[in-house]
């Protein structure tokens, strides 16, 4: 009775090591704000009001103000930490309107700024002044580049905090790659294990 109650509990334990569980993946959060040592360029992206999603809703919005001086910073997310959920969901926690927040595939020209945009927010500020404003891009081939730059004359959004955090998705359905699966060296080891108590209990039916 023993070597069989034995026996179910190591089979449960294998199930539950071989379990997927998955968890929401993210990849970074980092906090700042625009200063005016950043680098600087002539005009910025316009808001067009619509957040880029993965389906690709968003057109290129087009730049303004090229008389007009920015600053800007850019967060390089390595395409490794991305390779395994390309589709990226990026909240940015700000109530600044004064800020504006996009993304770019491996490289960023502020003279070109068309040149590998992905997406961008859409608008400014925390919706309602609560809830984190939040879009969508599928990642390319290269670094993702987080790029935030302020959005009035005269330097007005420097100083301006914001906190962003970027999620990865294997799909479009938000699904998360599978947690806490077994490396193949481990699934050896429990088969191993296993083997040895089933085993001992053919034995002790043999001996009662």
Same mark, same amino acid.
């Given at each position: 009775?023993?070597?069989?109650?034995?026996?179910?509990?190591?089979?449960?334990?294998?199930?539950?090591?071989?379990?997927? /569980?998955?968890?929401?993946?993210?990849?970074?959060?980092?906090s700042?704000?625009?200063?005016?040592?950043? /680098?600087?360029?002539?005009? +910025?992206?316009? +808001?067009? $009001?619509?957040?880029?999603?993965? #389906?690709?809703?968003?057109?290129?919005?087009?730049?303004?103000? *090229? &008389?007009? #001086?920015?600053?800007?910073?850019?967060?390089?997310?390595?395409?490794?930490?991305?390779?395994?959920?390309?589709?990226?969901?990026?909240?940015?926690?700000?109530?600044?309107?004064?800020?504006?927040?996009?993304?770019? =595939?491996?490289?960023?020209?502020?003279?070109?700024?068309?040149?590998?945009?992905? %997406?961008?927010?859409?608008?400014?500020?925390?919706?309602? &002044?609560?809830?984190?404003?939040?879009?969508?891009?599928?990642a390319?081939?290269?670094?993702?580049?987080?790029?935030?730059?302020?959005?009035?004359?005269?330097?007005?959004?420097i %100083?301006?905090?914001? #906190?962003?955090?970027?999620?990865?998705?294997?799909?479009?359905?938000?699904? =998360?790659? *599978?947690?806490?699966?077994?490396?193949?060296?481990?699934?050896v080891?429990?088969?191993?294990?296993?083997? $040895?108590?089933?085993?001992?209990?053919?034995?002790?039916?043999?001996?009662?």
């Amino acid at each position: 009775m023993k070597s069989r109650m034995l026996l179910l509990f190591s089979i449960a334990l294998v199930a539950l090591a071989l379990a997927s /569980p998955c968890s929401a993946l993210t990849i970074d959060v980092f906090s700042g704000a625009l200063s005016l040592t950043d /680098p600087t360029q002539l005009g +910025r992206l316009s +808001r067009n $009001g619509i957040p880029q999603d993965w #389906t690709g809703t968003e057109p290129y919005p087009g730049e303004i103000n *090229p &008389g007009v #001086t920015y600053h800007y910073e850019i967060f390089d997310i390595p395409a490794a930490e991305i390779a395994l959920t390309p589709y990226i969901q990026i909240s940015v926690d700000s109530v600044s309107t004064n800020t504006f927040f996009s993304v770019y =595939d491996g490289s960023y020209d502020p003279t070109n700024e068309a040149a590998n945009w992905l %997406g961008d927010a859409g608008s400014s500020g925390n919706y309602f &002044g609560i809830d984190p404003i939040f879009f969508q891009v599928t990642a390319g081939s290269g670094d993702l580049l987080i790029l935030v730059n302020n959005t009035g004359a005269l330097n007005a959004g420097i %100083g301006d905090p914001f #906190t962003v955090t970027v999620e990865g998705f294997i799909d479009t359905e938000f699904d =998360d790659p *599978p947690a806490n699966v077994p490396e193949p060296a481990s699934l050896v080891l429990l088969g191993t294990a296993l083997g $040895g108590v089933f085993a001992a209990y053919q034995k002790s039916k043999l001996v009662q």
